[in-house]
Structure formats: C-alpha cells, structure tokens
C-alpha cells in the first residue's frame, strides 16, 4: 500500500491510500492524520471516504508532524571517503525538527545567507511500532513503511564548527515524501538505489545495501538512546557525489530541479528558489 498526506480541494489536511492517480480520504475523528492511524496500528482497516484526484489535492509532508527526525551521518563509505573523515565505530546521529520539512513537488528555499546549498539523496523509515532498545532481529517488525528525503544541507553554517544542526535545519530545506510505501510493496530493499538527479545529472546512485550501518543497527542504535515512536522519522544517510565533494563544486541555485529517488519507493522533485 501507498499512503500520502495532503490537503483537500478545499484545504482541509488529510490523508489517505493512493491508488494510481485516484487518492481515498482515510481521515477520521479517531484517525486525524497519518501520524495517528499508524499509532494505532490501524492503516489496514481504515474505512474510505471520499475520493480524489491526485491532480486535485496538494502533497504535504509525508509525516507532516513526526515527533522527532534522526538523521544518519556518514552510512556510506563512498561518502566518508570523499569527505576525508575516518570511518567510525558507531554511527553519527544529528536531528531535525520538522518544520523544516516540505513535500513532493514544493519548492526547497535557499537562505541569503548561504551559497553553498547542496543536496543529499537519502532513504526513509518511518517508524510504525514504538520501542526501546530494539534488537536489530526484531527491528523491521517496528518499521511501517519507507519513502525517499532529501537532505538539504546549508553548508556555509554546517561548516561553522563541528556541528550538524545549524545546517540541516533551514526552513523548508527538507524533501520528504512522495509516499509512505508498506514494506510488503518491496521486494529486495537492498537493491534499492539511492538516485540524485540535478538539472537531469545523475549525481548520486548507490543501493542501500552499501550502507555502513544497515537498517536494523541502525534502529538499533538510535532505539537505545531514545524511545522511537510511531511516525518518527529516521533519514538513512547520503551516498558519495554530494556537491560540496565535488571539483568544482556543484551547488543548488534558483531555478535548479533536484530529484531523488528510491526505485519503486518513489521519487520526489522540487524546484529550488531563492529565500525572499
């Protein structure tokens, strides 16, 4: 199954199954959103309402109000290579809040403050089981579905220190979406590549499986420190081909198109503008 939040004809948010291009309302007074229908473990038999065309609708974040956002840094070796760190015993973890997430088909905002907006490709999990302390054999049983993110990375005040957050935390700097993708619409999640077009131009492509960290260490790992939750977030980590690696350098600018995409998880695509 395919689930997308989104706001109705009359911009009302709501949320619901995609099926094609035909959208079935799920939203109900028990179920307000898709944070709360995976909460209750309740996707499955939630009753349809009315239908949409996907035309008709406007995307909004996937999860639009995910209580926390974990980020994993440097999970592909290609990536740490290029940015000439050494490879670590346990993964880097940094969080993002969630207003500084946006849709499919939304415009990415670059700050004035920045000339250095670059990309990264990543895969999600969004958590559907809450727990702690998960062993890595029973974390898929906690994951509800996966959809593709894009990273944007204000690198100017990333590079400020040592230190992630004031980077990764601009509004409307964060992709998210299209779908949420149930876990039994994929058939090898290791043969998933990672894919960043901009402007057309291939720029990133590694499957998952090449993650330093897999999946279940991952949640794992994060699940140790703190409670995951049903609709937390969890961005897997970017391959190497990042922009700010790059000789010269490529940076996104206004009027530029990034995509990213997950193989049959989906893509999403957003135009970038200039902060007004």
Same mark, same amino acid.
């Given at each position: 199954?395919?689930?997308?939040?989104?706001?109705?004809?009359?911009?009302?948010?709501?949320?619901?199954?995609?099926?094609?291009?035909t959208?079935?309302?799920?939203?109900?007074?028990?179920?307000?959103?898709?944070? &709360?229908?995976?909460?209750?473990?309740?996707l499955?038999?939630?009753?349809?309402? &009315?239908?949409? &065309?996907?035309q008709?609708?406007?995307?909004?974040?996937?999860?639009?109000?995910?209580?926390?956002?974990?980020?994993?840094?440097? @999970?592909?070796?290609?990536?740490?290579?290029? !940015?000439?760190?050494?490879?670590k015993?346990?993964?880097?973890?940094?969080?993002?809040?969630?207003? %500084?997430?946006?849709?499919?088909?939304?415009?990415?905002?670059?700050?004035?403050?920045s000339?250095?907006?670059?990309?990264?490709?990543?895969?999600a999990?969004?958590? #559907?089981? $809450?727990?702690?302390?998960?062993?890595?054999e029973?974390? +898929?049983?906690?994951?509800?579905?996966?959809?593709?993110?894009?990273?944007?990375?204000?690198?100017?005040?990333?590079?400020?220190?040592?230190?992630?957050? $004031? #980077?990764?935390?601009?509004? &409307? %700097?964060?992709?998210?979406?299209?779908?949420?993708?149930t876990?039994?619409?994929?058939?090898?999640? #290791?043969?998933?590549?990672?894919?960043?077009?901009?402007?057309?131009?291939?720029?990133?492509?590694?499957?998952?499986?090449?993650?330093? +960290?897999?999946?279940?260490?991952?949640?794992?790992?994060?699940? !140790?420190? %703190?409670?995951? @939750?049903?609709?937390?977030?969890?961005?897997?980590?970017?391959?190497?081909?990042v922009?700010?690696?790059? !000789?010269?350098?490529?940076?996104?600018?206004?009027?530029? %198109?990034?995509?990213?995409?997950?193989?049959?998880?989906g893509?999403i !695509? @957003?135009?970038?503008?200039?902060?007004?």
């Open positions: 199954m395919r689930y997308i939040s989104f706001r109705r004809p009359d911009g009302t948010p709501s949320y619901g199954r995609l099926e094609g291009e959208v079935i309302d799920l939203a109900s007074a028990a179920t307000p959103d898709l944070k &709360a229908a995976i909460a209750q473990d309740a499955g038999a939630l009753t349809d309402g &009315a239908s949409y &065309a996907l008709d609708v406007v995307l909004l974040p996937l999860i639009p109000n995910p209580e926390k956002i974990l980020c994993v840094g440097l @999970n592909y070796a290609s990536h740490v290579k290029e !940015t000439g760190r050494e490879q015993e346990h993964p880097a973890i940094f969080q993002r809040w969630n207003d %500084t997430l946006i849709a499919d088909g939304q415009p990415m905002v670059r700050p004035p403050e000339i250095r907006f670059d990309y990264e490709g990543e895969l999990i969004i958590i #559907g089981k $809450p727990g702690r302390r998960i062993a890595p029973n974390a +898929w049983d906690h994951i509800a579905g996966y959809a593709a993110f894009n990273d944007g990375s204000v690198r100017d005040w990333q590079r400020h220190n040592i230190q992630f957050t $004031p #980077g990764k935390n601009w509004p &409307a %700097t964060g992709a998210f979406g299209p779908a949420l993708v876990p039994d619409e994929i058939e090898d999640l #290791g043969a998933i590549r990672v894919q960043t077009r901009l402007n057309g131009e291939l720029v990133q492509d590694q499957p998952v499986s090449d993650m330093i +960290w897999d999946i279940p260490t991952v949640i794992a790992y994060c699940s !140790t420190f %703190t409670q995951l @939750n049903p609709g937390d977030v969890i961005a897997t980590g970017t391959p190497g081909g922009g700010d690696k790059r !000789t010269p350098a490529l940076y996104m600018k206004a009027g530029d %198109t990034v995509e990213v995409s997950c193989g049959t998880i893509t !695509t @957003n135009r970038i503008i200039d902060e007004i």
